[in-house]
T-cell receptor, first 119, second 114 residues
Framework: GAGVSQSPRYKVTKRGQDVALRCDPI?????LYWYRQALGQGPEFLTY????????KSGLPNDRFSAERPEGSISTLTIQRTEQRDSAMYRC?????????????????FGEGSRLTVL | AQSVTQLDSHVSVSEGTPVLLRCNYS??????LFWYVQHPNKGLQLLLK??????LVKGINGFEAEFKKSETSFHLTKPSAHMSDAAEYFC????????????FGSGTRLSIRP
């Protein structure tokens, strides 16, 4: 697509429910990143993929969080048994590839984010 | 370890006056530094980047930033503010060789007074 697309834009759920957040990166972009942004804070790294391979998941807060990108394009971030502290804006970004993208140009293309509210 | 500090959470200037958004970084290695802008209900957009070439970097919309190694700073400036500049600005430090070591500052909200 023309830009990074995230869905849903807004999600309200009850504590204990599972949620799945979807990211559709720019067509042809190899690298895909997930960030979490709390109110008044900058985005915080969660995990990233090159193609379908998850390269680093060190930013995932705990084992309730997982992400996949099975065909190297669309990615899903899943939060199981949600808690109120999970409420945040979840942002997805893509770059052409790791070498030409982040390392050398910093050109991360961000989606508009998915705002999650856990009641 | 690396980190980035944005010294002001909120800056307010009058339209037509200069803008200064301050950023200090800490990095064990030569960093790459960036400024991103976030308009309300929009995604983050790259404003400009420093990747070890010229220390004075020009970006979009008339913004520029100067890398000062001795001061470990990368302040963002613009000679004359425009109403459309009102947004949240993030300073970012990246450790080369590690795509995951991209650290965002906490952001500076820029308000423009008519």
């Amino acid at each position: 697509g023309a830009g990074v697309s995230q869905s849903p834009r807004y999600k309200v759920t009850k504590r204990g429910q599972d949620v799945a957040l979807r990211c559709d990166p720019i067509s042809g972009h190899v690298s895909l990143y997930w960030y979490r942004q709390a109110l008044g804070q900058g985005p915080e790294f969660l995990t990233y993929f090159n193609y379908e391979a998850q390269q680093d998941k060190s930013g995932l807060p705990n084992d309730r969080f997982s992400a996949e990108r099975p065909e190297g394009s669309i990615s899903t971030l899943t939060i199981q048994r949600t808690e109120q502290r999970d409420s945040a804006m979840y942002r997805c970004a893509s770059s052409l590839n790791e070498i030409a993208g982040v390392q050398n140009t910093g050109e991360l293309f961000f989606g508009e984010g998915s705002r999650l509210t856990v009641l | 370890a690396q980190s980035v500090t944005q010294l002001d959470s909120h800056v307010s200037v009058s339209e037509g006056t200069p803008v200064l958004l301050r950023c200090n970084y800490s990095s064990s290695y030569s960093p790459s530094l960036f400024w991103y802008v976030q308009h309300p209900n929009k995604g983050l957009q790259l404003l400009l980047k420093y990747t070890s070439a010229a220390t004075l970097v020009k970006g979009i919309n008339g913004f520029e930033a100067e890398f000062k190694k001795s001061e470990t700073s990368f302040h963002l400036t613009k000679p004359s503010a425009h109403m459309s500049d009102a947004a949240e600005y993030f300073c970012v430090v990246a450790l080369r060789g590690s795509a995951s070591k991209i650290i965002f500052g906490s952001g500076t909200r820029l308000s423009i007074r008519p």
